[in-house]
Each structure stands twice: as structure tokens, then as C-alpha cells.
């Protein structure tokens, strides 16, 4: 079992929330007023112990005991619904939520801080609740107040859970190409007709019922994505009391069987298929979200909270796997230094290597770094919730539509990095399941993958967020990130050094930006290469997150904080200087990968 100390470093949460981002003065806000640092504390200490005790136990067995189809149900071990029910009881599903239903109105950046905790200790577990949660906020965003009541309080109490149904087999992340159709009938509600694929916590008995979102179009609506709709689609119906009703006709064909991340069902859905005939007609039975035809704008709400949750779990993988090798390095003996005569002499801790401290650091400058932008995230979502005026909530939802991308793919290409640089200082035994690493590798190679993949977060950072509102969206990055460098200069000594380094690499980012979008050529080779735009934005963002946290350590001089300035100049030494060959690659509009014939493969 993992011990909280082995999951998450709660002395750098505590310096991130609080050094840096000065969570505590978020309750200086009217949202957050009932707040204080001993309630942040209270909830992060909570969610650490619900984590290490319920959680992190069964992440191992839950790997070796994977979800199973049986007769048309999903069998899993009993654990997972003992954790989940531990997380509803403490009243967590809605700690950040309104306090009309049922909330604490807890800061977003303290509770995607607590919330960590979980994804660290056990993500395939800690899966069906963090898609209940965001499900429940689409709802509240963009629901009836029936659907509301019918379906976000129970969601909240953790009696129903929810999930997110956008792919289809035939159309992956085509949205443009579903085929599920929702047909609509006299008393206001639809039949839906399709198949949904890669659905996770599709099917469970881990609650009274399932709530669906479901992508689908209504017939003789606009083509393509303008023509997609959002369906609520319960697996059980819901009488007028509240009470479960008739048996839906959503239906279980079959469970995926992955990599890792086990421990969530991932499924293929059947809607329609007339397993069920709910009052006695064939279709499953869904109530229309909003407007027509505006389902794929409301379900970016869910899908833009998933893809930074996708960040924050690869982030808390990366780091748990980066805490075990430091504690196999500090105890494992191996060998001896260079220079050491003696063969008797006794072999010394593998951290007293050299290459094992420099992918000591490395890891160390990717999972705190990575942990910096997720924070960030909240903290910025939380500042955009309480602005004061329009202009400033406006400001503040540009920045994060342009930090999303890089957020849900850094972290999940950097912290995968971690996992596989922690194998390699466990050596041969981390290559066996008999350690964590292994596990933790295979878990976090999704998160590149779902929600968008790396390469679908690069098209949208390079063909639409940066250049949104005519370069406001690049304007409001280049913004946050030059207050970080004036920052720098003003304190003087490496800070400023560090500083020139980054507003070297930042003027460059930002001249190639443009220039790529004024070429005259076509959007296909202005974005052929914008996976290397989406890897340089982000080491660049990175490194200003370093940059931040470099100043933030002042003058300490204990070991926490010299450790934090040494992950700092590792990042800009070893890291930063990537970006350049990137951007010259990209400024060339290179088409080496463009021009490649298929038939040359």
C-alpha cells in the first residue's frame, strides 16, 4: 500500500497553493469567503487519508483483476465502490459546486489539488467519479432545472454516476461523422438509435443508475459538427418521485481490454437496439440538453474540464512514479563511485550516482512543473468565476482556452517520460510487476491518447487558440508570461539570468507564431508540423512556471528549496534549449513529414 508521503508531496502542494499562487487570497473573493487556509488544509489532509487507505490498497488488484463481461454485466471487485462511497459520503462530489445544490463552493485550484490525491493513489478507480463530477457541471451549465433535479443531485450523493458519449466505432474523434440518431417524439423527449465506442465507465453496478451525455443528430438538422445535438440517456428512466423506472434500451456489447488503466470499464454501447422497449417502443429514451444542433459547443464544457483532468491524472502518475524511485534510489545499493579503489569497500545508494541524479532531476522538473500548470488552471478558473467585470472574465477565458491544449498534452507526454525514466532507476526490477513503476507507465500511456490526442491538441493550439480573436489568444499568453520575466529581472541575480533566457525563447515563440499564420500557403502545411509547436509552446510554458517557482523559493535555503532551484536550472539548461531547433523547423514551414507518399512507407 502506498503511503500518502509516496503518492503526492503535500510541502510542495503546499508551496504551489500557497507560495506562488496565494491561494488564501482567493477568499478575500465573495465566492470563496467562507473559506480559510485551515479549511483548504482540512480537505487536502482528508482526501490524502481517503486516498492512501481506500484507494491506493486496491490499484494493484484492480490492475490484476480487470473489469469482466459476464452474461451482459460488468463484474468487478468490490473495492472499487467501497472507495467511490467513501469519496460521496465525505461530500466531495460537490465540494466545488454552487452551494444551492448541495456545494461548498471550495476553490477549483484547491480542489484539483485535493483531488489529485486520488487520481496519485488509484486513476482507474477514481475514474467514474471524476467524469460524475464533470458531467454534473455540463448539467448545471447547461441544463433544465428538471434535469437538474432529476439527475445532477443524485450524481452529487453518489447514488448515480456519469459519463461522456462522443466516439463512435466508425468515427473516432471525427465528431463530423457520427451517425447516431435522435428522433424525436410528441411528448418532447427522443429515441436514439447508434453506437457509441471507448466509453469509459460506460457500464458498472457501481450506483442506482448511469447518466449518458450523448452526442447524436436529429434528422434534417445542418451537416457535419453544426448538426450534433446532447442527450441525457439514463440507463434506468426516472419516475416524476425520483424513483428508477424502466430499463432503457442502452446496452452493453462488450468491454475494450487495455494497456492499463484497467480498472475503468471502457466500453461499446448499443442505443436501440431493442434489447429494452421502453413504453413499449423501440430506441433509447433521451431528453434534449439545450438548444438543437448546439450539443458539440456544450459538450466542450465537459470535454475542456476532462482534457485538463487528463493533465492533472497523467501529472499525478508521473509524480507518485517519480517519488518511488527516489525512495528506491535512497534505499537501493548498488555499486560504487568512480575514483573508488577498494573492492571491499561497501557498494553506496544508487542515488550517489550521477546519472541516476540527473533522471532524478529530470523527472523532478517535469511532474512539478507539470503540477504548476495544472494549479494554474484552477487558479485561473477560479479568478474568471469571481471577476468583477466583463472584460476581465473575457481576458481570463482566453487564456485558459489557450493553456487547455497544453495542459491536457504536457503532462501527458512529459510525465509519461517520468514514468519511463523511473522504470529505468528501479532497472531490472522495475520492468516486473512486482514494483508500482510498471503499473504506473502502462496507466499513464492513455493520457496522450483520450480526450483529444496529442496530435489534436496541437491542431487546436496552433490552428485556432493562438490565433483566436485575431491574436488576442497568443497576446493574452505572451502577457502572463512577460509579467513572470519582468518578475525575474526585478529580483535580480540567476532569477534575471534565467529571465533573459526565457524572453529569448518567448520572442521567438511569438514571432514564428505569426509568421507561420501569414505565410501564404495552405492550412495544411501551416499546420503540418504542429506537434512540434504544441512541445515548444509548452516547454516554454513550463519554463516559466520554473521561473515563477525559482522566485517564489526567495532566500530559503533549506533543502526543499534548493532542490526547487536546482529542478529550475536543470529545466533551462537541459530542457528550454529543445525549443530552438523546433522553432526553426517550424518557422521554415518544413515539409519533410508533409511530402512523405504514403506508398513510401
Known sequence: MSTPDLLLSRRDLDF???????????????????????????????????????????????????PRFVDGRVEMIADVKDALDAVAQADLLSAAMDEEVGGAQLPQVVQTAAFLWFQAANIGSWAYAF?????????????????????????????????????????GSSLADITTRAEPRPDGTYRLFGNKMWISAGEHELGENIVHLVLAKIPGGPAGVKGISLFVVPKFLVNADGSLGERNDVVLAGLNHKMGYRGTTNTLLNFGE?????????????????????GLSYMFHMMNEARVGVGAGATALGYTGYLKSLDYARTRTQGRLPGAKDPASPPVPIIEHADVRRMLLAQKSYVEGALGLILLCGKLLDEERTAESPEERARLNLLLEVLTPIAKSWPSQWCLAANDLAIQIHGGYGYTREFDVEQHYRDNRLNPIHEGTHGIQALDLLGRKVAMADGAGLAALEALLRGGIDQGRATGGEAAELAEALDAALTRLVAVTRAIHSADVSPAVRLANASLYLEAAGHIVVAWIWLEQFVATGSRDDDFHRGKRQAARYFFRYELPRTGPQLDLLEKLDTTTYDAEPGWF
Not at 428538471?146 to 466516439?167: K, N
Request: charged share 25%.
Open 274 to 294: 431493442g434489447v429494452h422497449t421502453p413504453g413499449g417502443e423501440p430506441g433509447a429514451v433521451g431528453y434534449l440538453v439545450g438548444e438543437p444542433h448546439r
Open 131 to 171: 467524469l460524475t463530477v464533470a458531467n454534473a457541471n455540463l448539467l448545471l451549465a447547461h441544463g433544465s432545472q428538471e434535469q437538474i433535479d432529476t439527475f445532477v443531485r443524485p450524481m452529487l450523493e453518489g447514488r448515480f454516476h456519469g459519463t461522456m458519449c462522443l466516439s463512435e466505432p466508425q468515427a
Open 16 to 66: 504551489l497553493l500557497y507560495d506562488w499562487l496565494d491561494a488564501e487570497g482567493l477568499t478575500r473573493r465573495k465566492r470563496f469567503a467562507a473559506h480559510s487556509r485551515e479549511t483548504f488544509d482540512g480537505i487536502l489532509d482528508l482526501c490524502a487519508e481517503i486516498a492512501a487507505e481506500r484507494f491506493a490498497p486496491h490499484n494493484r488488484k484492480a490492475d490484476l483483476n480487470e
